[in-house]
């Protein structure tokens, strides 16, 4: 390591402490940094500080609110604002990682510098231009060497909740939850400042790649880059999770789009014949899917790139199609290597897309692999071409399956990878002793599993009853040796729990008592978590409150709209909505029907398709009434764990909400009356307006 550290500090001094006489070409600094990022990868002795300890930048406006996606480049440029005080001449005392997190951004710094000055003309005598090459192994570069912190689609990263003594060796037999008023034992990994949008030296490096690479000056960049180009560049975004500002926005769908275009254009990719372009691997294809699938959670904008990507590639691989020696065998995608496989089921998962010849072949395919592991190991293969599935990778693909809630109701294969799944963890574990670590079934895997099993209701067979108490034993162990657990893993256990200990019993029969107790907390504090309302929970009630129905909004249960029923009532607008009896109720001590009203937006179902809403062509016959889409995991999960609590839960879709102008208060009115049995009838001017009639199948809306 020595020969490493001396090298490090050879090239801050130069980098860094020589900024000024930017000693180094374009090309020498992505040299510079993917050889950082090369050694960093293989080399796990070589930690970096956090990125959160890395120069950040900020931008405010006049009101004092940040504006992530404007800058003013020239400034944002200045050294000054870059480069931290800590960072000068005289500091001899900085640790030799932090002097190599000082190499890594001044490298940014300039290459953004550079990337910037050669679309403005601002270019030195002896400027070298930077090539698409060398821009292309910095974006993978920097994406290796600055993860995100915060997963795709959250508001801040992952939370730890610590476990003391007393609560392991407690002898508490109820499962009465144990709160703290402060919430002590959750540790919150946030900036310290409070500042999650803080822009880094490291994001203004990539909007500069976005914005070189959609240059179209002379097309320099136009039709260069290879399908591994591609793929690698898209990755390293998705790596570092830039995807909001104009730059990167931009680029994102442009490669989307230059994918599609080269997948039309290209005949198929089941035999890997491209003649325009370079040829690609299957990998180039599941790396970008991975990459739109994982980042449209944190900017929608990019969802309908990844669907027109999705429908060009089962297009472009002929699925449906009965022709050809693949279709004949059965398996489309044989091909495929298991991360190809994995990578491009969560990418649909993520945008909650049913593209349902994809998924079937995808998990045909995946049955194949699970039965040939279990029956022979000779197809084993390493590397890229492997035939054979890690444990993690089939847990992630359990964990897709049940996002997009595949029951055996869309197709054979969801129902056989289920069972085949149990089967498989089991025999991984038998050949590691046992070893939930040796087969790299980590917590996030654990709780994937339990869950997903959970949500598609596969939990009655011996195999899966004897891996949910493996899982639940080993969480429990690990819990209580490490003194903490990730609160979104306990959460998922809660949830299990929950809808086990009647359905299943012998399933979590052996779990602690105090690991219960424990679990059952944390999901009592995230339930009181404070909640915002949506717009069309509002507007729902707004017209719950007109038709005089009385009502709690954004329920300790996680309830969007609670109503409680006087006992015997016949309509939902005779309700008892008194403090102390709602509590009552909410406790089971009171004889009340509890109805819980939720309002489930565009999240909480697959993606409707684009070209759903599209007018026939003329003369074309009207197309079918599209059937409607179809609800997550997650959100009937959460509806059988309200029922199992005696909530009557009646759902308001947004594809039936949305229908009716939100200047028809009437409509809605009569819509909700019939929906929630609210009233005998709706009076309006002394006449009865409370007919409903469903919508014409082709009418989009009542005034059509």
Same mark, same amino acid.
């Given at each position: 390591?020595?020969?490493?550290?001396?090298?490090?500090?050879?090239?801050?001094?130069?980098?860094?402490?020589?900024?000024?006489?930017?000693?180094?070409?374009?090309?020498?600094?992505?040299?510079?940094?993917?050889?950082?990022?090369?050694?960093?990868?293989?080399?796990?002795?070589?930690?970096?500080?956090?990125?959160?300890?890395?120069?950040?930048?900020?931008?405010?406006?006049?009101?004092?609110?940040?504006?992530?996606?404007?800058?003013?480049?020239?400034?944002?440029?200045?050294?000054?604002?870059?480069?931290?005080?800590?960072?000068?001449?005289?500091?001899?005392?900085?640790?030799?990682?932090?002097?190599?997190?000082?190499?890594?951004?001044?490298?940014?710094?300039?290459?953004?510098?550079?990337?910037?000055?050669?679309?403005?003309?601002?270019?030195?005598?002896?400027?070298?231009?930077?090539?698409?090459?060398?821009?292309?192994?910095?974006?993978?570069?920097?994406?290796?060497?600055?993860?995100?912190?915060?997963?795709?689609?959250?508001?801040?990263?992952?939370?730890?909740?610590?476990?003391?003594?007393?609560?392991?060796?407690?002898?508490?037999?109820?499962?009465?939850?144990?709160?703290?008023?402060?919430?002590?034992?959750?540790?919150?990994?946030?900036?310290?400042?409070?500042?999650?949008?803080?822009?880094?030296?490291?994001?203004?490096?990539?909007?500069?790649?976005?914005?070189?690479?959609?240059?179209?000056?002379?097309?320099?960049?136009?039709?260069?880059?290879?399908?591994?180009?591609?793929?690698?560049?898209?990755?390293?975004?998705?790596?570092?999770?830039?995807?909001?500002?104009?730059?990167?926005? $931009? #680029? @994102?769908?442009?490669?989307? *789009? &230059?994918?599609?275009? /080269? %997948?039309?254009?290209?005949? !198929?990719?089941? =035999?890997?014949?491209?003649?325009?372009?370079?040829?690609?691997?299957?990998?180039?294809?599941?790396?970008?899917?991975?990459?739109?699938?994982?980042?449209?959670?944190?900017?929608?904008?990019?969802?309908?790139?990844?669907?027109?990507?999705?429908?060009?590639?089962?297009?472009?691989?002929?699925?449906?199609?009965?022709?050809?020696?693949?279709?004949?065998?059965?398996?489309?995608?044989?091909?495929?290597?298991?991360?190809?496989?994995?990578?491009?089921?969560?990418?649909?998962?993520?945008?909650?897309?049913?593209?349902? $010849? #994809? @998924?079937?072949?995808?998990? *045909? &395919?995946?049955?194949? /692999? %699970?039965?040939?592991?279990? !029956?022979?190991? =000779?197809?084993?293969?390493?590397?890229?071409?492997?035939?054979?599935?890690?444990?993690?990778?089939?847990?992630?693909?359990?964990?897709?399956?049940?996002?997009?809630?595949?029951?055996?109701?869309?197709?054979?294969?969801?129902?056989?990878?289920?069972?085949?799944?149990?089967?498989?963890?089991?025999?991984?574990?038998?050949?590691?002793?046992?070893?939930?670590?040796?087969?790299?079934?980590?917590?996030?895997?654990?709780?994937?599993?339990?869950?997903?099993?959970?949500?598609?209701?596969?939990?009655?067979?011996?195999?899966?009853?004897?891996?949910?108490?493996?899982?639940?034993?080993?969480?429990?162990?690990?819990?209580?040796?490490?003194?903490?657990?990730?609160?979104?893993?306990?959460?998922?256990?809660?949830?299990?729990?929950?809808?086990?200990?009647?359905?299943?019993?012998?399933?979590?029969?052996?779990?602690?008592?105090?690991?219960?107790?424990?679990?059952?907390?944390?999901?009592?504090?995230?339930?009181?978590?404070?909640?915002?309302?949506?717009?069309?929970?509002?507007?729902?009630?707004?017209?719950?409150?007109?038709?005089?129905?009385?009502?709690?909004?954004?329920?300790?249960?996680?309830?969007?709209?609670?109503?409680?029923?006087?006992?015997?009532?016949?309509?939902?607008?005779?309700?008892?909505?008194?403090?102390?009896?709602?509590?009552?109720?909410?406790?089971?001590?009171?004889?009340?029907?509890?109805?819980?009203?939720?309002?489930?937006?565009?999240?909480?179902?697959?993606?409707?398709?684009?070209?759903?809403?599209?007018?026939?062509?003329?003369?074309?016959?009207?197309?079918?009434?599209?059937?409607?889409?179809?609800?997550?995991?997650?959100?009937?999960?959460?509806?059988?764990?309200?029922?199992?609590?005696?909530?009557?839960?009646?759902?308001?879709?947004?594809?039936?909400?949305?229908?009716?102008?939100?200047?028809?208060?009437?409509?809605?009115?009569?819509?909700?009356?019939?929906?929630?049995?609210?009233?005998?009838?709706?009076?309006?001017?002394?006449?009865?307006?409370?007919?409903?009639?469903?919508?014409?199948?082709?009418?989009?809306?009542?005034?059509?």
């Amino acid at each position: 390591m020595g020969g490493q550290d001396q090298t490090f500090d050879i090239l801050h001094d130069l980098l860094v402490i020589h900024r000024e006489e930017k000693l180094f070409t374009p090309r020498q600094l992505c040299n510079v940094c993917w050889a950082i990022a090369k050694h960093y990868d293989r080399d796990p002795d070589l930690i970096l500080p956090s990125s959160q300890s890395s120069s950040t930048l900020t931008s405010t406006s006049s009101s004092g609110k940040k504006k992530e996606e404007v800058w003013d480049w020239a400034s944002l440029l200045n050294e000054e604002n870059i480069i931290n005080d800590d960072d000068k001449k005289d500091d001899v005392d900085v640790s030799s990682q932090l002097r190599l997190a000082q190499t890594i951004d001044e490298i940014a710094r300039q290459l953004t510098v550079i990337l910037f000055q050669e679309d403005e003309k601002e270019i030195e005598a002896d400027h070298v231009d930077i090539k698409l090459g060398e821009i292309c192994m910095a974006c993978w570069a920097y994406g290796k060497l600055k993860p995100r912190e915060t997963p795709p689609g959250w508001p801040e990263p992952p939370q730890m909740a610590r476990v003391t003594t007393a609560m392991t060796t407690s002898t508490t037999t109820d499962n009465s939850p144990t709160t703290s008023a402060n919430n002590n034992d959750i540790n919150i990994n946030t900036n310290n400042n409070g500042d999650r949008k803080a822009v880094t030296v490291t994001d203004m490096l990539f909007d500069a790649i976005g914005y070189a690479l959609c240059q179209s000056n002379d097309d320099k960049y136009d039709e260069d880059c290879t399908w591994s180009e591609l793929a690698n560049v898209g990755w390293a975004f998705a790596s570092h999770g830039r995807c909001r500002s104009r730059e990167s926005e $931009l #680029l @994102l769908k442009s490669l989307a *789009e &230059e994918a599609s275009n /080269r %997948l039309k254009d290209d005949g !198929t990719i089941a =035999n890997n014949n491209n003649k325009n372009n370079q040829n690609f691997l299957v990998r180039d294809i599941s790396q970008l899917l991975w990459t739109l699938g994982t980042l449209q959670a944190d900017n929608f904008r990019l969802g309908d790139g990844l669907v027109v990507l999705v429908e060009s590639l089962s297009a472009n691989l002929r699925l449906g199609t009965k022709t050809g020696s693949r279709f004949v065998q059965g398996r489309p995608l044989r091909s495929w290597s298991c991360a190809d496989l994995v990578q491009t089921a969560v990418a649909l998962a993520h945008a909650r897309i049913d593209e349902k $010849l #994809l @998924l079937t072949a995808v998990y *045909e &395919e995946g049955n194949y /692999r %699970l039965m040939e592991e279990r !029956t022979s190991r =000779n197809g084993r293969l390493s590397g890229d071409d492997r035939r054979t599935f890690h444990p993690w990778e089939a847990s992630v693909l359990l964990w897709a399956q049940a996002r997009l809630y595949l029951t055996e109701q869309e197709g054979v294969e969801f129902d056989e990878f289920t069972e085949d799944a149990p089967l498989f963890f089991l025999k991984a574990l038998r050949e590691k002793r046992g070893s939930f670590t040796e087969c790299r079934i980590g917590p996030q895997e654990q709780a994937n599993i339990v869950w997903s099993l959970v949500t598609l209701e596969k939990y009655h067979s011996t195999e899966a009853i004897i891996l949910i108490d493996l899982i639940f034993a080993e969480a429990a162990r690990s819990c209580k040796k490490n003194r903490s657990i990730q609160l979104e893993h306990a959460h998922q256990l809660w949830q299990a729990y929950f809808m086990l200990e009647e359905d299943c019993p012998e399933a979590v029969k052996r779990i602690p008592k105090w690991f219960v107790t424990y679990l059952k907390g944390k999901w009592s504090i995230e339930k009181a978590r404070d909640k915002k309302s949506s717009a069309r929970h509002r507007s729902l009630s707004s017209t719950l409150q007109l038709m005089g129905v009385d009502h709690i909004n954004e329920h300790d249960e996680d309830i969007d709209v609670a109503i409680i029923l006087q006992p015997n009532a016949q309509w939902v607008h005779e309700t008892d909505m008194d403090d102390e009896i709602t509590d009552s109720v909410i406790d089971g001590e009171e004889d009340h029907v509890s109805v819980a009203v939720e309002f489930d937006g565009p999240n909480h179902f697959t993606r409707v398709r684009i070209n759903d809403d599209e007018p026939p062509a003329a003369g074309a016959f009207p197309p079918s009434r599209p059937d409607p889409p179809r609800a997550l995991g997650h959100t009937v999960l959460k509806y059988r764990l309200l029922k199992k609590q005696g909530w009557t839960v009646v759902r308001v879709p947004y594809y039936e909400f949305d229908k009716i102008p939100f200047w028809a208060s009437m409509e809605r009115q009569r819509y909700l009356q019939r929906k929630l049995k609210t009233h005998a009838n709706i009076n309006f001017s002394e006449v009865d307006v409370s007919e409903y009639k469903e919508l014409t199948p082709d009418f989009k809306s009542r005034f059509d």
